[in-house]
């Protein structure tokens, strides 16, 4: 069985209670972290940029950085400086792919990079692209407002990567962003991802271990 990596949302962390939050993740394994900068022009919430990152992102965890934003070269740049391990970026606010990738590069070095497809966009305009590219996620609920329902179309988007990647023999990884709880991380595990976003499912559960397992389908045999 292939590893799958679980990420929680920071954006429903407890920012009063930061640190304890952040031990609590570490003391049950999980150390990636999925980072949210918007900037109130690609979506219309603001959240955390660069500022917040070394207090959001400490010593010890991974990030994976989401930008929802309308020019993303920049702050691409200063998240790798940062030491971002991931930085992504939409499909929708980059002019010229080609050119894009080819002006990270040099701050990307042995990091990943990668797209994002909204919910309205036709995946089958990005897989032309995909050997360019470290992850490609799919936004499973319109980004930038939390609390959204699961948008199923997203699953189909899921299988035809999934295909695509492996006909093609690329090391492009999915990701999936959207309304992951116990009932949809199994549908898109199902469906061919790698790496899964969670928000308040995850982040509000209890038991972090037991809302992991559920994500992935993982059945609890003592029930």
């Known amino acids: ?27 049950n394994g999980i150390t990636y972290l999925h980072y949210d900068v918007m900037d109130g ?29 309308t020019n993303p070269l ?12 991931s930085v992504l970026v939409h499909y929708e606010a980059i002019e010229n792919i080609a050119s894009f990738v080819e002006d990270i590069k ?3 070095k042995d990091k990943q990079i990668g797209i994002v497809i909204n919910p309205e966009t036709d995946v089958k305009e990005v897989l032309p692209h995909l050997h360019l590219f470290d ?10 407002a939390s609390g959204q329902a699961f948008l199923k179309e997203g ?20 990701e999936v962003d959207g309304g992951i709880n116990g009932i949809t991380g199994p549908l898109a595990v199902e469906s061919g ?3 899964l976003v969670s928000g308040s499912y995850l982040c509000k559960s209890e038991d972090l271990i037991k809302a992991k397992e559920s994500i992935l ?3 609890d045999i003592n029930n």
């Open 1 to 27: 069985m292939k590893h799958l990596e679980i990420l929680p949302s920071i954006l429903s962390f407890d920012f009063k209670n930061i640190n304890t939050e952040l031990k609590r993740m570490k003391d």
């Open 41 to 69: 022009h690609f979506v219309s919430n603001i959240s955390f940029g660069e500022s917040l990152y070394k207090q959001l992102v400490p010593e010890g965890f991974k990030a994976n950085v989401h930008l929802m934003v």
């Open 74 to 85: 920049p702050h691409a740049i200063k998240f790798y400086e940062m030491g971002a391990d």
């Open 106 to 108: 040099p701050f990307k």
């Open 135 to 144: 992850i490609v996620m799919v936004m499973t609920v319109h980004p930038g």
């Open 155 to 174: 699953l189909d988007k899921i299988k035809i990567l999934r295909e695509f990647i492996d006909n093609k023999k690329l090391n492009t990884l999915i």
């Open 193 to 195: 991802v790698d790496m």
């Open 217 to 219: 389908g993982i059945k």
